[in-house]
């Protein structure tokens, strides 16, 4: 009997099949020829994985990001745990919340913030790699990949310092947020990391409205445009947005840059070689491996794509891999070529929601990896180690990342 295969589904390109953890590609690249725009009637959603598409969608001003917007039941009203008492945050307000909230936050957290930051995090990335002297072997993930962007953040909005190690597993405790079905164990860790982030950042919204500083906080406070002025569930959320947003993403891109160039010692070589390549070969870090896997937003009625129309409140996902990895935007474009002229991708969204840390994740991983390149010239993949990829919903990153250095290395630089 010929038996049909059931048409892929957005279960399909979740973090929680095993097959598109490891093998993304060859899915994406299925559903961008025989789906390209795919409705998954299960829960009424269009994935999209051309790049053109996810273009059209992102930079469409007709289409919103408030789950509240989406269908009765909408697998984003799920992920967003949507109840009468949900307020978005910057990320999911539409205009004219967002453009106001966005422009105020773009006051005080801009490329000229970032680069006043830059000697503090080139401190705060160095002292963790001294940490690491005369090791040889350790997890480039638990040692540098995740407290560096943590520390760096912490340092933005002038926070304890010893409430660092609170920050970073307040932040992994959140790591389920995107999940639609979080277990009950997950739920509880999520509403505990959340809790905790925003008790503590409105006691010291509090204490900024009294004694301001040269910090993130009080700019957010003092920004202003005209009359307006952000409200302190703004402030409030905002900080938290940019402790997670900006934390866990960090983190999967130093583990996957460092991954895709211990896979390709050719490229790693090239870097070694010419640190001016740095740059762009971050780009095509971010490219190759994306650590944010998808993003979503509401229809409202249109024609659509390809004649197939979109109808309010049914979600849009646009899959960043999927577009990053079109061969109609790149030539060979499995390849991981750091020398890529075209180095177009999507990994930080695209249109009014645009990524607000981009300056900051760039500044961060060119840092990161400038000096992991000097102190370590010679690194490889600790045999038997094999890297894992973590079960983060929305995210793609790794679990750990052992790596091994010869024992005569010299480790500062
Ligand atoms: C490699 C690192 C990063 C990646 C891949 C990344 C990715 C993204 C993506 C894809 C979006 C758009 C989401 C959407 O359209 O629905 C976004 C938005 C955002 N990101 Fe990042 N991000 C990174 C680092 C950071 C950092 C370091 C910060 C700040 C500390 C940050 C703060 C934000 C904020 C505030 C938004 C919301 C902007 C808005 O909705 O207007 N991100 N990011």
Redo the contacts with the bound molecule.
């Keep these: 009997m010929n038996q049909q295969k059931p048409s892929p589904t957005i279960d399909t390109v979740s973090a929680f099949n095993p097959e598109f953890r490891n093998h993304p590609d060859q899915i994406l690249d299925q559903i961008r020829s025989a789906h390209p725009v795919l409705h998954d009637e299960s829960v009424d959603a269009i994935i999209l994985t051309r790049a053109k598409d996810v273009a059209q969608v992102?930079n469409d001003r007709n289409i919103d990001?408030d789950p509240r917007k989406s269908s009765p039941g909408s697998r984003l009203r799920q992920v967003h745990r949507v109840d009468e008492n949900f307020r978005p945050s910057?990320?999911r307000m539409d205009d004219p919340d967002?453009k106001r909230v966005?422009d105020l936050v773009s006051k005080a957290f801009n490329q000229a913030s970032v680069d006043a930051l830059r000697p503090k995090v080139e401190q705060i990335a160095s002292d963790l790699l001294d940490s690491l002297q005369g090791r040889s072997s350790f997890d480039l993930i638990e040692t540098f990949a995740e407290p560096f962007?943590m520390a760096v953040?912490a340092e933005l909005l002038q926070v304890d310092t010893d409430k660092r190690e609170d920050f970073l597993q307040w932040s992994k405790a959140m790591n389920q947020l995107f999940n639609p079905r979080p277990t009950p164990e997950q739920l509880a860790s999520l509403k505990w990391g959340s809790a905790s982030f925003h008790a503590y950042l409105k006691q010291i919204v509090d204490q900024r409205r009294e004694h301001r500083g040269a910090d993130l906080i009080s700019s957010l406070i003092t920004a202003h445009e005209g009359e307006n002025t952000l409200t302190e569930w703004e402030i409030i959320s905002t900080c938290e947005?940019?402790l997670f947003?900006?934390n866990v993403?960090?983190t999967d891109?130093i583990g996957n840059g460092m991954f895709a160039l211990l896979q390709h010692p050719e490229q790693m070589e090239k870097l070694r070689v010419n640190p001016a390549l740095l740059p762009g070969a971050i780009e095509e870090m971010?490219r190759y491996d994306?650590?944010?896997t998808h993003?979503?937003r509401v229809a409202r009625d249109s024609p659509g794509i390809d004649g197939c129309p979109f109808h309010a409140g049914q979600t849009i996902y646009s899959l960043?891999n999927g577009a990053n990895h079109d061969p109609a935007l790149h030539l060979d474009a499995h390849a991981f070529d750091i020398e890529r002229e075209n180095k177009r991708h999507y990994?930080?969204?695209g249109g009014?929601?645009?990524?607000?840390?981009?300056p900051?994740?760039r500044a961060e991983a060119q840092i990161a990896f400038s000096l992991l390149l000097k102190r370590f010239p010679s690194i490889s993949l600790k045999p038997g180690a094999e890297p894992v990829r973590k079960i983060t919903p929305s995210f793609r990153g790794l679990e750990s990342l052992w790596l091994t250095v010869p024992s005569t290395e010299e480790t500062r630089s």
Excluded: Q
């Design positions: 992102l990001c910057l990320l967002h966005r962007p953040i947005l940019l947003a900006g993403t960090t891109l971010l994306s650590p944010v993003v979503a960043v990994s930080f969204g009014a929601h645009f990524c607000l840390g981009a900051l994740a």
